[in-house]
C-alpha cells in the first residue's frame, strides 16, 4: 500500500516561540458598559466592588455589568490615579487638576488645581495623613482631613515610581537626585538619593523608574545605558539585571503577588526571582497592560489601553494554540506521559509533545472530521475515526499513518477490552473487533444505533447504550439491561474511578453503575451545575466533569463537589477531557484548554460573596436604603433588589431570603432574579435577611438584616380600643333604652292593633246584624211558611238550604280580615238570590267576571261588596215601579287593581233619601261603616281600597240610577 499518497507531513517540529498560550480570560468592553476601551487603573473596595478609571470616566462594576459615575464638575472625562487608602476611601484626579473623592458611588471635589497645573499631568498619592499632587509644572503636599496645602515641594517633577511604603521621585531642579518619601509616624519623611556612580547619566537622556521586588529600578532609555536599582529599606545603589524582552517595552506600573508583576506596553512580564530573569513569563504579549487586580476570589483584572478589561480566573488555566490551525479541536487521546493526539474539524492529526512544547501536523488523506481517536497502548498504534468514508491507525513509534478503509469510520464510540480487541460502535451498529493484531474479525452485538460505550474491567461488563436504552454484556455476550427507577436509560458519556464505579452522564444527571446496577447519583442537589454536560473523566477517585458553565472536580469518598468557573464563550464547545501528569487537557475551539490540577486553590471551594440591598421602594416609590423601616399598614407593601458583588457573581450565584416573624424558612431565587416584594404584611416586627447560594452548594455570609415595623391600624391602637369600649357602653345603654321605647311602642301598636281588630269585628258584626235584621229574617221566615202553606215544599226547601247557608257564610267571614274573591262572590249570590225570592223577581241581576281573573288566589275583604249591593236593591230598585236591573261587574286592571261596579237602574240616591226620611228608624250601614272600614284596612295595612259612587241621570236631568265602583289592591 502506497501509505505517503494517503498523508502529508507538514514541518515535523516546531518550537515553542511559534507555539502560542494564554492564559483563559473574559473581555469587558463597551457591550457591557464599559465605555472606555483605554483603562488606567483598577481597584477593588471593601464591599468587593472593582472600580475602574479611563478614558471616559469612573466606573464600576456590580457583579452583573459597568456601571458610569457622574462627573459634572471636570473638564475632562479621563480618570486617573485611582486608588484606595486604608480607610477605604477611594480617590481619583483627572489632567484639568482635580482631586476627588467617591463618595456614595459619585465624585465629590477635594481640591481644584486647574490653575496652578495648566494642563500638566500629575500624580495622585495618598497617605495617611497628607495627600500629595505632584506634576513637572507644580507639585504639592495637602493636608487630607482640611484640603489645605501645606507644603509646596518647589519641584519639576517628570518620574514617580510608587512603591508599598511612599513612593520616589526624580525633580528636574536636582541634578543626578532622586528623592524617596514615605510616611513615619504620621508625619511625611524626604530622603535624597544622590546618584554619583556615574555623574549626569541621569540628565543625558529619558529614563523609566518603577518598583521590582524590594528595589526601584531607574532604566535610562539610552543605548548601552547601565540599568540602576535602589534598594527601598537602605536606599542603596546597585546594577541590576532585567529579562531581555523587556528591554524594548514601556513599563506602565508593577504589581506584587506570589510574584513579580511587570506591566507593560508588551504585556505582563512575571518572574519569581529576580536573580533568574530568564525564568521571566511573558503573557498577554500583543497588549498594553496598565493595571492588575487580584480581586477576593483570586481573579485576575488586566486593565488595558486598547481593550478594555480582562478577567483571568487563573494562570493555570491556559489555551495553547497552534499558529497553522484555525479550526475546531474535536478529539483528543493520550499517548503515554508527554504526547497527546489531537484530531480536527478538516482532517488534520497533530501529534503533539506536551513535554517539549514541540508538534507534528498531518493532513488525513479525505479531509474530513477526525471525530474519535483511540489508542492502544500494548500494539503502539492510534485508531483514527472521521465522519467520511476513511479512517485510520497511526504508527507512534514510526509516526506513519495507513488508510484502513471503512474500518472504523464514523466510530460513535470506542472502548478497548483488551490488548488485541475493542469494541467499536459505527453509525447503525455495535461490533466487537476480536483480533486486531491478525486481521479484522469481528462480532455483531446489536444490529441498531448505538450511542455509548464502556469496558468495566473490574466486572468484565461491557456496556453499550442504544437508541432505545443500556445494556450490559457479560463475558459470554449474555445482555442485561442496566434500568433506573424501572425505566429504560440513556448514557451520553462513561468513565470509571480507581474504586471501580462506572459512572454514566444523562441528560441532568450522573449515574454511578456497578455490576450493571445503579448505585448513586450526583444531581444538582450535590452542587452540579445547571448546564449540558460535555464530558466526564474518572481520575483515581475523583470525577472530572466539563459542563458549558464550569468545570468540576467531585470526589466520589467525601462526596463533595467544587468548581472552576470558566466564563470565557468558547467554552461551550469543551468536550471530553483526559489528563496528563497533573495536567487536565480538553480540546475547545482551535485550542487546548489546560488546566493545573495540582495548584489547590484551583479546587479550594470559595465562598458565595456576600450579598447586599441595592435599593428599596416602599409601595412602590424608591426609598433611602437604611437599616429600619415603619411601614403604615396602608401601604404594608415593601420591595427589596439585592446584589452580590465580584466577577460574573449573577450567573455564579442565587440569592436565598427570608422575613423573620413571616416566614422561616429560606426562599431561593433563579438565576439573575435580584428583587423580592412583600405585600399585605401584618402589623408587627419582622427582619430581613439576604445571603447568596452558589450553584455549586456553597452558601455567603448573611447580611446584617434590615428591621421592618408594620405599623397597626388605627382600630388595633390602645386609645381606638378604650374610644370603641366607651361608645360600646355608651351604645349599649342607648340601644336598651331604644329597645324599651320599641318595646313600649310595639305595646302600643299592639294595643292599637287589638283595637283595630275589635273594631273590623264589631263592624262585620254590625255589618253581619245589618244583613240579619228582623225584617229580612221575619220575611225569608214568612217566605219559607208561605210555601209550606202552598205545598211548595222545594221551593220552601230551596230556600231554608239558601237562607241557611248564607248565615253560615256570614258567621265564618266575620272571624277573618281576608278572605278569597271566590268566597265572597258565593255568598254574594246566595243573598242576591235570596232578595231575589223576597221581591218576587223584582230586578234582574247582570253578573259579569273577567275570564282572565283568577278567583282562587285574589284576596279581598269578607262582606264588603254585599252592603252595597244590599243598597242599590233596597234604595235604588225597590223603589221602582216597574222591573229594575242590577249589573254587577269584575275586573283587573294591569296594575294588579280589582274594579268591581255595582249598577242599578234604580230611583237614584236622591229619591231614595226623600223616601228612607219618611221612614222612622232607619240607618243606612253603607253611609255609616264604608268609610270607617276603608280607613281601618289602609291602617292595618292590608287593603288600598276607594269607593266612587256616580249619580246617574238623562238629558232631562232626571235621575236613572246609581254607579258604585270599588277599586281593591292587596298591600
Not at 495617611?128 to 499632587?133: E, G, K, R, W
Not at 508588551?266 to 533568574?276: A, M, P, Q, R, S
Not at 431561593?668 to 401584618?682: A, F, K, M, Q
Request: glycine letters at 4%; one cysteine or more; hydrophobic letters at 35%.
Amino acid at each position: 500500500m502506497k501509505k505517503t499518497f494517503y498523508i502529508l507531513i507538514f514541518i515535523s517540529f516546531l518550537f515553542e516561540n511559534v507555539f502560542s498560550q494564554e492564559p483563559f480570560y473574559t473581555q469587558f468592553t463597551s457591550d457591557d458598559g464599559l465605555v472606555s476601551l483605554a483603562n488606567y487603573n483598577i481597584i477593588q473596595d471593601k464591599n468587593n466592588l472593582v472600580w475602574v478609571g479611563g478614558e471616559q470616566g469612573l466606573f464600576y462594576y456590580n457583579g452583573k455589568r459597568f456601571r458610569q459615575v457622574k462627573n459634572t464638575i471636570s473638564t475632562t472625562k479621563s480618570i486617573f490615579n485611582l486608588q484606595i487608602d486604608k480607610e477605604g476611601q477611594i480617590w481619583c484626579s483627572t489632567i484639568s487638576g482635580h482631586i476627588y473623592k467617591v463618595v456614595n458611588k459619585e465624585l465629590q471635589l477635594f481640591k481644584d488645581f486647574s490653575n496652578e497645573l495648566k494642563g500638566a499631568f500629575a500624580s495622585l498619592i495618598v497617605f495617611n495623613d497628607d495627600v500629595f499632587f505632584i506634576s513637572q509644572r507644580k507639585s504639592y503636599q495637602i493636608d487630607k482631613k482640611t484640603a489645605s496645602i501645606k507644603k509646596d515641594l518647589n519641584a519639576n517633577i517628570s518620574k514617580i515610581a510608587k512603591t508599598k511604603n511612599g513612593f520616589f521621585y526624580y525633580n528636574l531642579k536636582e541634578t543626578n537626585t532622586i528623592t524617596q518619601v514615605y510616611e513615619e509616624s504620621g508625619q511625611a519623611v524626604f530622603k535624597k538619593i544622590n546618584f554619583d556612580i556615574e555623574k549626569n547619566f541621569l540628565n543625558e537622556g529619558k529614563l523609566q523608574m518603577f518598583e521590582w521586588f524590594d528595589d526601584v529600578v531607574v532604566k535610562v532609555e539610552k543605548e548601552n545605558s547601565k540599568i540602576f536599582s535602589v534598594n527601598i529599606h537602605t536606599r542603596k545603589i546597585t546594577t541590576t539585571k532585567l529579562p531581555e524582552a523587556l528591554k524594548k517595552a514601556q513599563v506602565y506600573n508593577t504589581k506584587k503577588f506570589k510574584e513579580n508583576w511587570l506591566l507593560t506596553s508588551k504585556g505582563i512580564y512575571i518572574t519569581l526571582n529576580k536573580n533568574k530573569v530568564n525564568n521571566t513569563k511573558q503573557i498577554f504579549k500583543d497588549y498594553h497592560i496598565t493595571d492588575v487586580l487580584k480581586d477576593n476570589e483570586n481573579n485576575y483584572w488586566l486593565a488595558t489601553l486598547q481593550n478594555g478589561i480582562f478577567v483571568v480566573p487563573s494562570l493555570e488555566i491556559t489555551k495553547k494554540s497552534f499558529v497553522e490551525i484555525k479550526e475546531d479541536i474535536i478529539s483528543i487521546e493520550t499517548i503515554g506521559n508527554n504526547r497527546l493526539l489531537l484530531g480536527t474539524q478538516n482532517g488534520n492529526l497533530i501529534d503533539y509533545n506536551t513535554e517539549d512544547n514541540y508538534y507534528k501536523i498531518i493532513s488525513l488523506s479525505n479531509q474530513r472530521p477526525v471525530n474519535r481517536i483511540k489508542y492502544n497502548k500494548n500494539l503502539q498504534k492510534a485508531y483514527i475515526s472521521t465522519n467520511g468514508t476513511s479512517s485510520y491507525t497511526y504508527d507512534i513509534k514510526k509516526l506513519k499513518i495507513t488508510n484502513v478503509g471503512n474500518q472504523f469510520t464514523t466510530a460513535k464510540g470506542f472502548t478497548k477490552i483488551n490488548k488485541d480487541s475493542l469494541v467499536y460502535l459505527s453509525y447503525r451498529r455495535a461490533i466487537i473487533y476480536t483480533q486486531l493484531s491478525r486481521n479484522k474479525d469481528y462480532i455483531v452485538l446489536e444490529n441498531k444505533r448505538p450511542i455509548s460505550t464502556h469496558y468495566d474491567s473490574k466486572n468484565k461488563l461491557i456496556y453499550v447504550t442504544y437508541i432505545d436504552g443500556t445494556v450490559a454484556y457479560n463475558n459470554k455476550l449474555q445482555t442485561i439491561p442496566v434500568h433506573h427507577q424501572n425505566k429504560p436509560i440513556i448514557f451520553s458519556e462513561y468513565t470509571q474511578t480507581t474504586n471501580g464505579k462506572i459512572w454514566a452522564t444523562t441528560r441532568d444527571k450522573i449515574l454511578a453503575l456497578e455490576a450493571g446496577k445503579v448505585t448513586d447519583s450526583i444531581t444538582c442537589l450535590n452542587g452540579l451545575l445547571k448546564s449540558q454536560i460535555k464530558g466526564i473523566l474518572g481520575k483515581d477517585n475523583f470525577l472530572w466533569i466539563v459542563t458549558e458553565k464550569g468545570i468540576q472536580r467531585y470526589d466520589t469518598d467525601k462526596k463533595i463537589i467544587n468548581t472552576i468557573n470558566l466564563t470565557d464563550k468558547s467554552a461551550i464547545k469543551f468536550k471530553t477531557p483526559v489528563i496528563q501528569n497533573n495536567y487536565l487537557w480538553i480540546s475547545g475551539n482551535n485550542f487546548l484548554c489546560r488546566i493545573n490540577t495540582s495548584v489547590p486553590e484551583l479546587i479550594e471551594p470559595k465562598l458565595a460573596p456576600l450579598a447586599y440591598i441595592s435599593n428599596v421602594k416602599i409601595g412602590g416609590i424608591e426609598q433611602e436604603i437604611k437599616t429600619k423601616y415603619k411601614l403604615p399598614y396602608k401601604t404594608n407593601d415593601i420591595t427589596f433588589n439585592f446584589n452580590a458583588n465580584g466577577f460574573k457573581s449573577s450567573s455564579k450565584n442565587v440569592f436565598q431570603y427570608k422575613l423573620l416573624g413571616f416566614n422561616t424558612e429560606w426562599q431561593t431565587s433563579e438565576l439573575n432574579d435580584d428583587v423580592v416584594r412583600y405585600i399585605g404584611i401584618p402589623s408587627g416586627r419582622y427582619k430581613f435577611l439576604l445571603r447568596t447560594k452558589s450553584l455549586d452548594g456553597s452558601i455567603g455570609k448573611e447580611s446584617k438584616g434590615v428591621k421592618i415595623i408594620v405599623q397597626k391600624p388605627f382600630w388595633e391602637s390602645w386609645w381606638f380600643i378604650v374610644a370603641i369600649f366607651i361608645i360600646s357602653v355608651l351604645g349599649i345603654i342607648i340601644y336598651y333604652r331604644i329597645k324599651l321605647k320599641w318595646k313600649e311602642e310595639e305595646g302600643e301598636r299592639e294595643l292599637e292593633r287589638v283595637i283595630l281588630d275589635s273594631r273590623i269585628s264589631k263592624l262585620r258584626l254590625e255589618n253581619l246584624r245589618s244583613q240579619m235584621n228582623p225584617h229580612f229574617i221575619f220575611n225569608s221566615l214568612g217566605a219559607i211558611q208561605d210555601y209550606v202553606m202552598k205545598n211548595e215544599k222545594y221551593l220552601a226547601s230551596d230556600y231554608l238550604v239558601k237562607f241557611s247557608r248564607l248565615i253560615r257564610m256570614y258567621l265564618n267571614h266575620s272571624r277573618v280580615n281576608v278572605i278569597l274573591l271566590k268566597e265572597e262572590l258565593s255568598s254574594l249570590e246566595i243573598y242576591i238570590s235570596l232578595e231575589q225570592l223576597r221581591f218576587e223577581n223584582k230586578f234582574k241581576v247582570h253578573f259579569l267576571v273577567d275570564k282572565n281573573i283568577n278567583k282562587d288566589q285574589i284576596e279581598v275583604p269578607p262582606l264588603f261588596i254585599q252592603p252595597f249591593v244590599e243598597n242599590a236593591i233596597k234604595h235604588g230598585l225597590v223603589h221602582k215601579k216597574d222591573r229594575g236591573n242590577l249589573w254587577i261587574t269584575i275586573e283587573e286592571n294591569i296594575n294588579k287593581v280589582l274594579i268591581i261596579t255595582i249598577k242599578d237602574d234604580g230611583v237614584g240616591r236622591k229619591k231614595s233619601s226623600e223616601i228612607n226620611k219618611k221612614r222612622k228608624g232607619h240607618k243606612s250601614f253603607a253611609v255609616n261603616a264604608t268609610q270607617e272600614r276603608v280607613s281601618l284596612y289602609k291602617k292595618e295595612k292590608l287593603f288600598d281600597i276607594s269607593v266612587d259612587f256616580t249619580d246617574k241621570v238623562d238629558e232631562n236631568n232626571n235621575a236613572t240610577g246609581t254607579i258604585v265602583t270599588l277599586k281593591i289592591k292587596r298591600i
